[in-house]
C-alpha cells in the first residue's frame, strides 16, 4: 500500500486521541437480500436444529447454533454471488470490521470460494478511533490492526460484521474505508440484524432479523475465537 494513503488515518488518531484527552479535562436505495426461511420459526426465540436448548444460565438464551449460523452464512455467499456476474468477483473483497466481522468475512470468503472457485481477498478494519463518542468514553478503546492488503480505488469492497444496532459502527467504518481510497461500490453484510436503527443505514445481505427488547444484547461466539459457533441474547447487566 502506498505509505501516502497511510497519513491521514495516523493524523486522525492523533487528532480523536487529543480531542478525547481534551474532553477528560472540562444507499442509495436497493432491493434487500433477507433470509428468513431458513427453518427459523417465527414463534421462537430459541433457534436450533437440535430440539430443545441446553440449559443456560439466567439470563443467557441460546439464539441460533453452528448450523443455523452456517446456513445463513452460506444464504449470503450465494446472494453475493447472486448480484456480481462471474467477471466482476475479482474485484471483489470482503472487510471485516474488528473484532466480530472479521470471522465472518473470512467464513463468507470460504464459501465463495467453494461455490466459483474464486475466493476473495480479505482485509479487516479497526473503526474505534472514527466512533462518534470516541470524546465521550471513560477509557481508550482497544485498537485492534487495519489490514488492508489491496488498494481500495474502484474496488468493490463488501462490509461484514455480526450484528447490525444502531448503525453508528457502520457510519465509523465508512468513514475508515474512505480514508483509504475511493471504492467504486460499498455493500454491506449483516449475520444479524436487531433493528433499533439511530442512523438511516440498511445492511444489503442479512442472515437473520430478530426482534428483541431493548434491554437484551446478542453476543456471537465464533470457533476462531471463542471455540465454538453460537449466538447468545444476554441480559444488558450480564457479563460474557
Known amino acids: 500500500m502506498d505509505l501516502d494513503k497511510m497519513v491521514f488515518p495516523a493524523n ?9 484527552y481534551r474532553s477528560k479535562k472540562l ?11 431458513m427453518n427459523f420459526p417465527e414463534d421462537a426465540l430459541l433457534l436450533t436444529e437440535h430440539g430443545d436448548a441446553p440449559e443456560m444460565e439466567p439470563g443467557k438464551t441460546l439464539l441460533l447454533d453452528a448450523n443455523v449460523m452456517a446456513a445463513a452464512i452460506t444464504n449470503i455467499a450465494q446472494a453475493i454471488i447472486s448480484e456480481f456476474p462471474e467477471e466482476h468477483l475479482p474485484e471483489i473483497a470482503l472487510v471485516g470490521i474488528q473484532l466480530r466481522g472479521v470471522p465472518f468475512a473470512s467464513r463468507l470468503a470460504e ?22 463518542d470516541i470524546g465521550m468514553r471513560k477509557m481508550l478503546p482497544v485498537i485492534r490492526e487495519t489490514s488492508l492488503p489491496f488498494d481500495v480505488n474502484g474496488r468493490i469492497l463488501i462490509l461484514a460484521d455480526d450484528v447490525l444496532q444502531t448503525g453508528r459502527t457502520i457510519r465509523a467504518a465508512l468513514d475508515a474505508l474512505n480514508s483509504y481510497g475511493r471504492p ?24 437473520k432479523l430478530c426482534e428483541l427488547p431493548r434491554e437484551k444484547r446478542i453476543k456471537v461466539y465464533w470457533q ?3 471455540g465454538e459457533d453460537t449466538v447468545y441474547t444476554l441480559d ?5
Open 27 to 37: 444507499r442509495r436505495s436497493r432491493s434487500f437480500f433477507v433470509f428468513q426461511d
Open 12 to 20: 486522525r488518531c492523533l487528532c480523536l486521541l487529543s480531542c478525547w
Open 184 to 207: 467504486s461500490l460499498i455493500r454491506l453484510a449483516a449475520l444479524l440484524d436487531r433493528g433499533l436503527r439511530e442512523y438511516p443505514i440498511r445492511a444489503d445481505y442479512t442472515g
Open 111 to 132: 464459501q465463495i470460494a467453494a461455490k466459483t472457485g474464486r475466493r476473495p481477498l480479505c482485509g479487516s478494519i479497526d473503526i474505534n478511533m472514527y466512533r462518534d
Open 236 to 240: 444488558r447487566t450480564q457479563k460474557t
Open 224 to 226: 476462531e475465537l471463542d
